[in-house]
């Protein structure tokens, strides 16, 4: 029962590099999000997807972009790292059937720019 | 944006007493959802409520909706070094599930 599964666990990225961070999900949730979490300031709402080829932004989009090209995978995407980008990341999946569906966050990933 | 703030940011009490943690939002919301969060891992959902005045137990967890659906509180009676973690609120704005969360309770229970 793998449920949200993200990798890699931890990165370190050098300001201007690029990475992608992966999210998949095995419960055929419609409901795609990914969110960073900062010291004090909660878990804010990065990108979002409703479904298969539909994406739309949340709180702190920029310097990322994200494609929802399966229902299973979400992929979060940096262009050009910079140090405040520095943060955990989340994604988190749920049904579309209520508003009230519960969030499955996977473990998150740590990332570092330097 | 809908300002929610959660107090006190720090807990740290014996193994056996009873604690109480607040979310208070700037206006009136429709539902929230409270998680705990254990280092290293996501939040994990504990108990949505929706219902103005509503009260919900889970186990040695109580938590309640303010009439006024502003605000609402965990009490944890007992506390067990188990307890241990980030307690987060969160509301949810229009249909597609975006939740906006609070910034969050740590809260320690010392053996």
């Known amino acids: 029962n793998a449920g949200v599964t993200q990798t890699p666990k931890f990165q370190v990225l050098k300001t201007g590099q690029s990475m992608t961070l992966q999210c998949a999900q095995d419960?055929?949730?419609?409901?795609m999000s990914w969110y960073r979490q900062d010291p004090g300031m909660g878990l804010r709402l990065i990108h979002y997807s409703v479904g298969a080829g539909i994406t739309d932004q949340g709180e702190v989009p920029n310097g990322y972009n994200v494609s929802r090209s399966t229902t299973e995978d979400f992929p979060l995407r940096l262009l050009s790292a910079a140090p405040s980008q520095t943060s955990v990341y989340f994604c988190a999946s749920s049904s579309q059937g209520s508003y009230n569906s519960p969030l499955h966050f996977g473990n998150g990933t740590r990332l570092t720019v330097t | 944006t809908q300002l929610l703030e959660q107090s006190p940011q720090f807990l740290s009490i014996q193994e056996g007493e009873n604690l109480t943690v607040y979310c208070n939002s700037s206006s009136v919301f429709s539902s929230l959802q409270w998680y705990r969060q254990e280092p290293g891992e996501g939040p994990v959902l504990l108990v949505t409520?929706?219902?103005?005045?509503e009260v919900k137990k889970l186990k040695r967890l109580t938590f309640q909706f303010g009439d006024a659906r502003k605000d609402s509180s965990l009490h944890i009676t007992a506390a067990q070094p188990g307890d241990t973690g980030l307690y987060l609120c969160a509301l949810s704005r229009g249909s597609a599930r975006q939740l906006t969360f609070g910034s969050g309770t740590q809260l320690t229970v010392l053996p």
């Open positions: 419960m055929n949730h419609e409901y």
């Open positions: 409520v929706v219902t103005g005045g």
